[in-house]
């Protein structure tokens, strides 16, 4: 508490003394899974946001990188209108308080939503192949390190599972399968959390997109099941099948021509599905049980469920699936409900 309050303070000397803004009041905006906070600058006339990013925590001259190279392809990101790297601050465009979680909620239309934002990353991802290859790869080491948070997390830490030697080398075996199968993939700009939450919805230039410090060059299905098997929000199978079919006719009209059929871009889409959602599973139980963040453990069984979804289409995941249902689902129920008495006590 006493860091936030003097990085706090460090914002409002920032803002009047180094950059002389006439501050009417600053409030919190967000926050999100890592160290990285967002305030609202109200000033005459308008509004900011500021991104306070702890520079022994974060470093916010990727984010400043990855900025420049989708501004270029027609994204629209936060304009950034000062950086202090040294103390990790920037200055933004503020694109507003609407993203597509909140307005898909309330009743707002996906097929308008999701065309928007399958245009963009059609621009992106076809557009966007000189700044991909300057990106780090989506490699088998960032791959495989992501998947390993789901056994130590996810299994041993909150289901409490003590895994059998035989049921580590199936998930180790189906790891390594993952990993084959998303190399494979035509390798493209990866936002890494296109999704509900980091879209913001705008009047104009739909959608606003935040949160892509962490892009890296890596699987064409990889944003596309980020977006259409959103952890946090769940689409019929046959509306989902259909965008993706859409999507591929977008990457066509834009030379991007890696995806000959809609059933080779499904099943990357689903393949590429499960090592993101194997992933995120370790993620939000670490955001809990390291970092404190109990909010993500309601989103474990729509997560767990995609797994277990694509794991019944396809022969090669079938043990794992077998495992997940058998021993994984029954263990979630219980240990959520574990973490909702100690919250209440």
Same mark, same amino acid.
């Given at each position: 508490? %006493?860091?936030?309050?003097?990085?706090?303070?460090?914002? @409002?000397?920032?803002?009047?003394?180094?950059?002389?803004?006439?501050?009417?009041?600053?409030?919190?905006?967000?926050?999100d899974?890592?160290?990285r906070?967002?305030?609202?600058?109200?000033?005459?006339?308008g509004?900011?946001?500021?991104?306070?990013?702890?520079?022994?925590?974060?470093?916010?001259?990727?984010?400043?990188? &990855?900025?420049?190279?989708?501004?270029?392809?027609?994204?629209? &990101?936060?304009r950034?209108?000062? &950086?202090?790297?040294?103390?990790?601050?920037?200055?933004l465009?503020d694109? +507003?308080?609407?993203?597509?979680?909140?307005?898909?909620?309330?009743?707002g239309?996906?097929?308008?939503?999701?065309?928007?934002?399958l245009? !963009?990353?059609?621009?992106?991802?076809?557009?966007?192949r000189?700044f991909?290859?300057?990106?780090?790869?989506?490699?088998?080491?960032?791959?495989?390190?992501?998947?390993? =948070?789901?056994?130590e997390?996810?299994c041993?830490?909150? =289901?409490?599972?003590? =895994?059998?030697a035989?049921?580590?080398?199936? %998930?180790?075996?189906?790891?390594?399968?993952?990993?084959?199968?998303?190399?494979a993939?035509?390798?493209?700009?990866?936002?890494?959390?296109?999704h509900?939450?980091?879209l913001? !919805? %705008? $009047?104009?230039?739909? $959608?606003?997109?935040?949160?892509?410090?962490?892009?890296? *060059?890596?699987?064409?299905?990889?944003?596309?099941?980020?977006?259409? @098997?959103? *952890?946090?929000?769940?689409?019929?199978?046959?509306?989902v099948?259909?965008w !993706? +079919?859409?999507?591929?006719e977008?990457?066509?009209a834009?030379?991007?021509?890696? *995806?000959?059929t809609?059933?080779?871009?499904?099943?990357?889409?689903?393949?590429?599905g499960?090592?993101?959602?194997? @992933? &995120?599973? +370790?993620i939000?139980?670490?955001?809990?049980y390291r970092?404190? @963040?109990?909010g993500?453990?309601?989103?474990?069984?729509l997560?767990?469920?995609y797994?277990?979804?694509? *794991?019944?289409?396809?022969p090669e %995941?079938?043990?794992v699936?077998?495992?997940?249902?058998?021993?994984?689902?029954?263990?979630l129920a219980?240990?959520?409900?574990?973490?909702e008495?100690?919250a209440?006590s």
């Open positions: 508490m %006493l860091h936030a309050d003097a990085r706090l303070a460090l914002v @409002k000397d920032w803002l009047s003394h180094d950059l002389r803004l006439d501050v009417e009041r600053i409030e919190p905006a967000s926050s899974a890592s160290f906070r967002y305030f609202r600058v109200f000033r005459p006339g509004t900011h946001i500021v991104m306070d990013a702890p520079p022994d925590r974060e470093d916010v001259r990727p984010y400043v990188r &990855v900025s420049g190279m989708l501004e270029s392809v027609g994204a629209h &990101v936060p950034i209108h000062e &950086v202090d790297v040294p103390r990790g601050l920037l200055l465009e694109l +507003g308080s609407t993203h597509y979680l909140a307005r898909l909620t309330e009743g239309d996906p097929e308008a939503l999701y065309g928007d934002a245009d !963009v990353l059609a621009d992106v991802q076809a557009r966007g000189e991909a290859a300057a990106l780090p790869p989506y490699d088998r080491d960032a791959l495989l390190r992501e998947m390993a =948070l789901m056994p997390w996810f041993a830490r909150h =289901l409490e599972l003590s =895994l059998a035989e049921e580590r080398e199936l %998930l180790s075996s189906t790891f390594e399968f993952l990993i084959r199968e998303a190399l993939q035509p390798q493209v700009f990866v936002h890494r959390d296109y509900s939450r980091n913001m !919805v %705008l $009047p104009e230039r739909n $959608p606003g997109i935040i949160d892509f410090q962490d892009a890296l *060059c890596g699987p064409v299905g990889y944003d596309l099941v980020s977006l259409l @098997k959103d *952890c946090y929000i769940a689409w019929p199978r046959e509306r099948r259909r !993706v +079919g859409a999507y591929r977008r990457l066509w834009r030379g991007h021509r890696e *995806c000959p809609d059933l080779e871009l499904m099943r990357w889409f689903d393949l590429i499960v090592q993101r959602h194997l @992933k &995120v599973l +370790g939000f139980a670490r955001l809990w970092d404190g @963040k109990p993500y453990l309601r989103d474990l069984p997560t767990l469920g797994v277990l979804s694509a *794991c019944a289409e396809y %995941l079938a043990g699936g077998r495992f997940l249902e058998l021993r994984a689902a029954p263990a219980r240990a959520n409900e574990r973490v008495r100690a209440r």
